[in-house]
């Protein structure tokens, strides 16, 4: 067993915390507090090929794999969840493009969202269609050449700043989730339109909205993969996206712990700094604790995807603990914090609700609790 970082990776570590401190943490509480998607930030991280991690170099990727994803992701997570949440869902659609798309979709796309500056994004989740994804409704019905969408996806996060998006609709209504299929769409296409944007309770710069298909119609060559394999394409697409949320999940609570660690140095209470109050230094051991434990796992189920072996399991396990670390983590540091936790001036408030996201979104912890408890128990 080998539990080091290799040199590119540490060296990729520091790049991405310098970036972080640079580029996401200067602008993250106003985008925090305007909600608005920081196109500046997409493409510095364009420039400097956060968004081609995990995409071999012949598409115009920066090479590595899912170790060096959570590597950046976390990074960026410490100074600001949506930021962190827009990098690691964007990288889903060159994800699914990369291991189902044809030759020609490969060509087309993959160089254009990571080294292109085009934002991709992923639309599974319906209004009726959460947690039992396999009920989504939207149709994609075969029109001589060409797929005709109609339905609504929601809470489609980059779904308006995307340039192309991979539905999943049904070619087969008849045959419920056997009947789904991934199909390419490309913003500006006649009757895709971007309905309403959320107002969430965190990562507000991380845009979240609706998209409607009304009379869509696409060319049947942006079919990803097979009719009626769209279910598998988007589980298999969501075990990888999980890690990427468990990084972000990791990020935010080590960024929490970080800001206590400071506060708690320089506070003075009763003549004393915080760190004299014994109460106070053990919750810093157990965030400390819990979050060596959300890191390793996190990195395991990592490890497990880019050496290609099983990982469904480990991904739900890692997203799960990750995302209840941040969630006590981020509360014990505001707590920490006391008053001035609890205010805009410091990151604490911020940085509590960004985490509560994490427990939800790419499945929630009861989907993950079933999927855990099924393969232990199969
Ligand atoms: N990888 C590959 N295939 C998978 C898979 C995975 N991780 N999980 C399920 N499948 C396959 C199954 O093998 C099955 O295929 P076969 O019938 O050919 O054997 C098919 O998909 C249906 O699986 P299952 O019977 O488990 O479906 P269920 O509806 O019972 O449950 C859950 C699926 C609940 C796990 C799924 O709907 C889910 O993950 N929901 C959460 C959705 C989510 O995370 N949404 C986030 C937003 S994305 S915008």
């Known amino acids: 067993m080998d539990f080091k970082f290799s040199d590119g990776q540490e060296m990729l570590r520091k790049v991405a915390r310098e970036f972080a401190e640079n580029e996401v943490s200067p602008i993250a509480a106003e985008i925090d507090k305007t909600g608005r998607f ?3 930030t997409f493409d510095k991280m364009t420039e400097v090929m956060f968004t081609g991690i995990g995409t071999p170099e012949e598409y115009g990727g920066a090479g590595g794999s899912d170790t060096e994803k959570v590597i950046v992701v976390s990074e960026l997570a410490k100074k600001c969840g949506a930021t962190a949440a827009i990098l690691s869902i964007h990288t889903i659609f060159a994800q699914v493009i990369q291991k189902y798309g044809t030759g020609e979709q490969k060509q ?4 254009r969202v990571t080294s292109g500056g085009c934002v991709g994004a992923f639309a599974l989740t319906e209004p009726n269609a959460g947690s039992d994804a396999g009920a989504a409704k939207t149709t994609a019905t075969l029109d001589g050449d060409e797929y005709v969408l ?3 996806k929601c809470f489609i996060s980059g779904g308006g700043q995307a340039q192309y998006v991979a539905v999943f609709a049904l070619t087969d209504p008849s045959k419920g989730l056997k009947g789904l299929s991934c199909i390419i769409v490309e913003k500006g296409t ?7 944007i959320e107002e969430k309770m965190g990562i507000h710069g991380s845009e979240t909205v609706e998209l409607i298909f009304d009379n869509c119609r696409v060319p049947k060559e942006n079919l990803v993969g097979k009719e009626g394999k769209g279910f598998n394409i988007a589980m298999v697409a969501l075990d990888g996206a999980r890690i990427g949320v468990a990084a972000q999940a990791l990020g935010i609570a080590e960024g929490a712990l970080e800001e206590s660690v400071k506060y708690m140095n320089t506070r003075v209470q009763f003549g004393k700094p915080l760190t004299a109050l ?5 919750y810093i051991s157990d965030m400390a604790t819990k979050i060596e434990s959300a890191k390793w796992l996190t990195y395991y189920a990592a490890y497990l995807k880019e050496t290609g072996q099983p990982h469904t399991k480990e991904a739900a396990m890692a997203k799960l603990n990750a995302s ?7 509360n014990l540091a505001l707590q920490i914090h006391g008053g001035y936790g609890y205010m805009k001036d410091y990151p604490l408030e911020r940085m ?3 985490a509560k996201i994490t427990e939800i979104y790419e499945g929630t912890s009861e989907i993950h609790k079933l999927v855990i408890s099924r393969s232990v128990l199969s």
């Open 324 to 330: 209840e670390t941040a969630r006590f983590v981020t």
């Open 108 to 111: 087309k796309y993959l160089p």
């Open 150 to 152: 109609n339905g609504t």
């Open 278 to 282: 014994q109460g106070l230094t053990w």
């Open 38 to 40: 920081p196109r500046e």
């Open 190 to 196: 006649p009757g895709f339109t971007i309905g309403k």
């Open 352 to 354: 509590y609700r960004d």
